[in-house]
């Protein structure tokens, strides 16, 4: 029994260190010293049966079984360390497989309350964006119900501006097809809708034989990508009325189906092409009138002019025996006469130099109108020199003071002609001057911007200045803006001719009385005087002499001026 025992003992410990192959080596050495033990044992057992006890002690005390039991002590305490070291290292090894579990289990746990986290973070961003996301198409879709709408409400005014537009209007696609026909075309036509579905329905009524090229012209404005004047073009009507329209057309892109469309808008200009055509025949026959009044006036003028110059011619010689009778009288009988009738003979004397002056004057523009005068090129420098020799008697009378900004330019010109205007200007300047000596300046300026004298009337019956006119307050220096009163200076240029892109501007400039801006068209007239002679001296025809002679030579005449602080009149030739 002890021994089946040990047996199933060394067998449960084989298989308990099945997987150590020393532990193995171990027992098979134990079994076999077991083995010998109880070999040893049995022997003696049997002995000792025998009634040989001599015998089975001297197998006792031979020692074998104990050394035998020695090495199976020491065996079992070998194997009991190796187990207890293997115990010891799987008992470390359990420790450090615990404690990395608990490790494990302490990182798994945290990552799983990380993912747990994540998880939770990315559900709720999911259905924080899920939630922003419907809102903006909650929002888009509002957005897009009010751009709905609106674009009805667009679609809406837009029909009803087309369709209640006071010009025809059509919106037809690129195949042909008339989309909408607005109230006023169908008005001034005539033609509904659903007579017109197409464009050559509307070319064949409207058009008739010519319906071919207009739709060759409508064609053609389907591939148009900007606004088209058309032109004119005559429809007939549903009554069969012809009528003149003036037609527009645009894009206005593409049809859901690709085709593009256009609007076409037309004016019926049918009255005003009437009015044109009557106003045409008008003119024609004003024109007809002017140029039979213009003839006739020419010839009235042409036979004043006749007999002015024969009637001045005439009057001079006996002029010439009143003069020389009258200051006969004074030299030869003035002690026969007494004072009253010395100033009588003076009187004469007198008006009979004024009436030589008016005659020489009366002369000079009879002549300036019937001469052909010859522009040549003239030095301003001798110009303006021989005509202040011309005045020089009235210059020192006066005591008057020319100062000449030399050197000047030259003109093209006629030389006796623009002597007689210089010196006509100089002496006009020293005449309307008060108590204090006159002081008339001269100079020059070039114009080189093209302009034109505007013919229009301005308010109070008065010229418009020179579309650049504001550029002759800016040419003035200070000192002439202080002198004339800022904002206050009056501009006034006479004749109206096309300039030249250069010219010269003559200015002579007085310290006068002035000339208010309601007299200063005037003053170029024939005869037109501001003042009495016994004030200021003088025929009333020196300015109208002036213009006359730099109009004759392709040029202009003007003046700039205000009461009490001087004038300057300024005439403008060409440059050579």
Same mark, same amino acid.
């Given at each position: 029994?002890?021994?089946?025992?040990?047996?199933?003992?060394?067998?449960?410990?084989?298989?308990?260190?099945?997987?150590?192959?020393?532990? %193995?080596?171990?027992?098979?050495?134990?079994?076999?010293?077991?083995?010998?033990?109880?070999?040893?044992?049995?022997?003696?057992?049997?002995? @000792?049966?025998?009634?040989?006890?001599?015998?089975?002690? #001297?197998?006792?005390?031979?020692?074998?079984?104990?050394?035998?039991?020695?090495?199976?002590?020491?065996?079992?305490?070998?194997?009991?360390?190796?187990?207890?070291?293997?115990? #010891?290292?799987?008992? #470390?090894?359990?420790?450090?497989?615990?404690?990395?579990?608990?490790?494990?289990?302490?990182?798994?746990? $945290?990552?799983?309350?990380?993912?747990?986290?994540?998880? !939770? !973070?990315?559900?709720?961003?999911?259905?924080?964006?899920?939630?922003?996301?419907?809102?903006?198409?909650? %929002?888009?879709?509002?957005?897009?119900?009010?751009?709905?709408?609106?674009?009805?409400?667009?679609?809406? +005014?837009?029909?009803?501006?087309?369709?209640?537009?006071? /010009?025809?209007?059509?919106?037809?696609?690129?195949?042909?097809?008339?989309?909408?026909?607005?109230?006023?075309?169908?008005?001034?036509?005539?033609?509904?809708?659903? *007579?017109?579905?197409?464009?050559?329905?509307?070319?064949?009524?409207? !058009?008739?034989?010519?319906?071919?090229?207009?739709?060759?012209?409508?064609?053609?404005?389907?591939?148009?990508?900007?606004?088209?004047?058309?032109?004119?073009?005559?429809?007939?009507?549903?009554?069969?009325?012809?009528?003149?329209?003036?037609?527009?057309?645009?894009?206005?892109?593409?049809?859901?189906?690709?085709?593009?469309?256009?609007?076409?808008?037309?004016?019926?200009?049918?009255?005003?092409?009437?009015?044109?055509?009557?106003?045409?025949?008008?003119?024609?026959?004003?024109?007809? +009138?002017?140029?039979?009044?213009?003839?006739?006036?020419?010839?009235?003028?042409?036979?004043?002019?006749?007999?002015?110059?024969?009637?001045?011619?005439?009057?001079?010689?006996?002029?010439?025996?009143?003069?020389?009778?009258?200051?006969?009288?004074?030299?030869?009988?003035?002690?026969?006469?007494?004072?009253?009738?010395?100033?009588?003979?003076?009187?004469?004397?007198?008006? $009979?130099?004024?009436? %030589?002056?008016?005659?020489?004057?009366?002369?000079?523009?009879?002549?300036?109108?019937?001469?052909?005068?010859?522009?040549?090129?003239?030095? /301003?420098?001798?110009?303006?020199?021989?005509?202040?020799?011309?005045?020089?008697?009235?210059?020192?009378? +006066?005591?008057?003071?020319?100062?000449?900004?030399?050197?000047?330019?030259?003109?093209?010109?006629?030389?006796?002609?623009?002597?007689?205007?210089?010196?006509?200007?100089?002496?006009?300047?020293?005449?309307?001057?008060?108590?204090?000596?006159?002081?008339?300046?001269?100079?020059?300026?070039?114009?080189?911007?093209?302009?034109?004298?505007?013919?229009?009337?301005? +308010?109070?019956?008065?010229?418009?200045?020179?579309?650049?006119?504001?550029?002759?307050?800016?040419?003035?220096?200070?000192?002439?803006?202080? @002198?004339?009163?800022?904002?206050?200076?009056?501009?006034?240029?006479?004749?109206?001719?096309?300039?030249?892109?250069?010219?010269?501007?003559?200015?002579?400039?007085?310290?006068?009385?002035?000339?208010?801006?309601?007299?200063?068209?005037?003053?170029?007239?024939?005869?037109?005087?501001?003042? $009495?002679?016994?004030?200021?001296?003088?025929?009333?025809?020196?300015?109208?002499?002036? #213009?006359?002679?730099?109009?004759?030579?392709?040029?202009?005449?003007?003046? *700039?001026?205000?009461?009490?602080?001087?004038?300057?009149?300024?005439?403008?030739?060409?440059?050579?």
């Amino acid at each position: 029994s002890a021994i089946a025992s040990l047996s199933k003992k060394l067998y449960n410990l084989q298989i308990l260190t099945a997987d150590n192959n020393r532990q %193995q080596q171990r027992i098979r050495s134990l079994k076999i010293a077991i083995d010998s033990r109880l070999v040893i044992i049995q022997k003696t057992i049997e002995l @000792r049966r025998q009634q040989n006890l001599e015998a089975s002690q #001297q197998v006792v005390k031979s020692g074998r079984g104990k050394q035998v039991m020695g090495s199976i002590r020491e065996q079992v305490a070998v194997m009991m360390a190796e187990e207890n070291r293997l115990l #010891q290292e799987r008992s #470390q090894e359990s420790e450090a497989i615990a404690n990395f579990t608990v490790l494990t289990f302490t990182i798994a746990t $945290g990552v799983s309350l990380l993912l747990l986290a994540l998880v !939770y !973070y990315l559900v709720k961003r999911d259905r924080t964006l899920r939630d922003n996301a419907e809102t903006k198409q909650n %929002q888009l879709l509002e957005e897009l119900a009010r751009d709905r709408n609106s674009l009805q409400v667009t679609e809406q +005014r837009f029909r009803g501006a087309i369709v209640n537009a006071p /010009l025809p209007i059509i919106l037809h696609a690129e195949n042909g097809e008339i989309l909408q026909v607005n109230a006023a075309w169908t008005e001034l036509s005539g033609y509904e809708h659903s *007579e017109i579905p197409t464009i050559e329905d509307w070319t064949e009524k409207a !058009y008739g034989s010519h319906k071919s090229l207009v739709q060759v012209d409508i064609d053609r404005l389907h591939k148009l990508n900007h606004r088209v004047s058309e032109g004119e073009y005559i429809i007939t009507t549903a009554s069969g009325k012809n009528r003149i329209w003036d037609f527009y057309s645009a894009p206005l892109g593409k049809l859901a189906d690709g085709r593009n469309l256009v609007i076409s808008t037309a004016i019926d200009i049918t009255e005003r092409k009437q009015a044109e055509a009557e106003l045409s025949l008008l003119n024609a026959n004003l024109e007809r +009138r002017v140029e039979e009044r213009t003839a006739q006036l020419q010839a009235a003028n042409e036979e004043l002019e006749a007999f002015t110059y024969s009637v001045a011619h005439d009057l001079r010689a006996p002029l010439r025996g009143m003069q020389g009778l009258a200051e006969a009288l004074l030299e030869d009988y003035s002690q026969n006469f007494d004072d009253l009738g010395q100033e009588y003979a003076q009187q004469i004397v007198n008006s $009979g130099q004024q009436l %030589q002056e008016l005659i020489e004057d009366l002369l000079d523009y009879s002549r300036l109108s019937r001469a052909d005068l010859g522009l040549q090129i003239v030095d /301003l420098d001798s110009a303006v020199a021989e005509a202040l020799q011309r005045v020089k008697a009235d210059v020192e009378l +006066r005591h008057a003071q020319i100062c000449v900004r030399s050197p000047l330019p030259a003109v093209l010109a006629h030389h006796i002609t623009l002597v007689q205007v210089i010196a006509n200007l100089v002496s006009n300047a020293i005449k309307f001057v008060e108590a204090t000596p006159p002081q008339v300046h001269l100079w020059c300026e070039e114009i080189e911007l093209s302009r034109e004298v505007d013919q229009e009337r301005g +308010r109070g019956g008065e010229l418009e200045n020179w579309r650049g006119g504001e550029l002759e307050n800016e040419r003035m220096g200070e000192g002439e803006n202080e @002198r004339m009163g800022e904002g206050e200076n009056s501009y006034l240029p006479i004749t109206n001719s096309q300039q030249p892109a250069t010219t010269i501007r003559l200015w002579v400039e007085d310290n006068g009385i002035g000339i208010a801006r309601e007299h200063q068209k005037r003053i170029f007239g024939v005869f037109e005087r501001l003042h $009495g002679i016994e004030s200021y001296p003088g025929t009333g025809i020196g300015l109208a002499i002036v #213009q006359k002679g730099v109009e004759r030579m392709g040029g202009q005449v003007g003046v *700039e001026s205000q009461v009490g602080k001087g004038s300057r009149f300024w005439i403008e030739l060409r440059k050579a």
